[in-house]
């Protein structure tokens, strides 16, 4: 069953998700034969998130691409606004306001959450959503968080 961790509380929701797909990939947990999928289906969203991993850290290359791009078979970080089928299925990031159709194929999922009043409030439908099928849910209070 697919683990669940939510991450709320951060001032700037695609900035954050982009750190967590830095340290996702830096502990060689997002791979080319497992990749980190990131799904939007919301395009300007992805493209904005997309435009966030070249510019945060100019002196550092995150390497990621575009499904429909040939160099997303050598690709540790996909970046999708529809549904992919992969060999294997570990890791998702959701930027969607929903719940990707097709979540339960991963092992795990990631859902970032603002402070904003807008994205709370979808967010707690997809908490709800999660919890009353029963699946395990991590939460990481980013304001708690040391700096």
Request: hydrophobic share 40%.
């Amino acid at each position: 069953m697919t683990s669940i961790d939510f991450h709320f509380n951060t001032p700037n929701r695609l900035e954050y998700a982009c750190r967590l797909t830095r340290k996702i990939l830096n502990a060689g947990q997002a791979k080319v034969e497992s990749p980190l999928v990131v799904f939007c289906s919301e395009r300007p969203r992805l493209d904005h998130f997309d435009d966030l991993l070249w510019s945060l850290w100019p002196e550092e290359f995150i390497p990621h691409a575009h499904v429909a791009l040939p160099e997303a078979q050598d690709s540790p970080i996909l970046l999708t606004d529809e549904d992919i089928k992969l060999d294997v299925h570990s890791l998702l990031l959701n930027l969607d306001d929903a719940p990707p159709p097709f979540f339960a194929r991963y092992t795990r999922l990631f859902e970032v959450v603002s402070t904003e009043d807008a994205d709370r409030t979808k967010a707690r439908e997809r908490f709800s959503f999660y919890r009353d099928r029963g699946y395990a849910i991590n939460n990481y209070d980013l304001a708690k968080k040391s700096s």
